[in-house]
C-alpha cells in the first residue's frame, strides 16, 4: 500500500518560510516523479513542483519559481519543499503525490492527505 504523509505545514507571516515534509512509504521517491501541488478554496488545483530523480528534472511551478527548492532524501524515503518569501496568495492545502514523469510533465497516481499552510499579510 501506498501512503504518503505530508507535515510542516502551518500559519506564517508574508516573507517568512516554511518546510514541508513528505513520508512515502509503498515506493522508493529515487524511482518516481514526486511533487506537490496546492489548491485554495475558490481556485484550480496548482502544481508547486516537481522532481523526477532518475530523469534529472526539477519542473516548478510558474507563481513559485525562485521562491521554493524540492528536494529528496533517498535514506529516508522522503521529498521536502522549501518555501521561501512567502506571499497571502500562497495559502493553500498542499498536497504531496507521486507518479510517472511523462512528455514533460508530471503525472501523479497517489496523493497524500495534505497540509494547510497560511501565510498571514
Known amino acids: 500500500e501506498v501512503q504518503l504523509v505530508e507535515s510542516g505545514g502551518g500559519l506564517v507571516q508574508a516573507g517568512g518560510s516554511l518546510r514541508l515534509s513528505c513520508a512515502v512509504s509503498?515506493?522508493?521517491?529515487?524511482?518516481?516523479?514526486i511533487g506537490w501541488f496546492r489548491h485554495a478554496p475558490g481556485k484550480e488545483r496548482e502544481g508547486v513542483s516537481c522532481?523526477?530523480?532518475?530523469?534529472?528534472?526539477?519542473d516548478d511551478g510558474d507563481s513559485v519559481k525562485g521562491r521554493v527548492t524540492i528536494s529528496t532524501n533517498n535514506v529516508k524515503n522522503t521529498v521536502y519543499l522549501q518555501m521561501n518569501s512567502l506571499k497571502p496568495e500562497d495559502t493553500a492545502v498542499y498536497y504531496c503525490?507521486?507518479?510517472?514523469?511523462?512528455?514533460?510533465?508530471?503525472?501523479?497516481?497517489?496523493w497524500g492527505q495534505g497540509t494547510q499552510v497560511t501565510v498571514s499579510s
Open positions: 503525490a507521486a507518479g510517472i514523469y511523462v512528455d514533460g510533465r508530471c503525472w501523479y497516481e497517489y
Open positions: 509503498g515506493l522508493s521517491v529515487a524511482d518516481r516523479a
Open positions: 522532481i523526477s530523480s532518475s530523469d534529472g528534472v526539477i
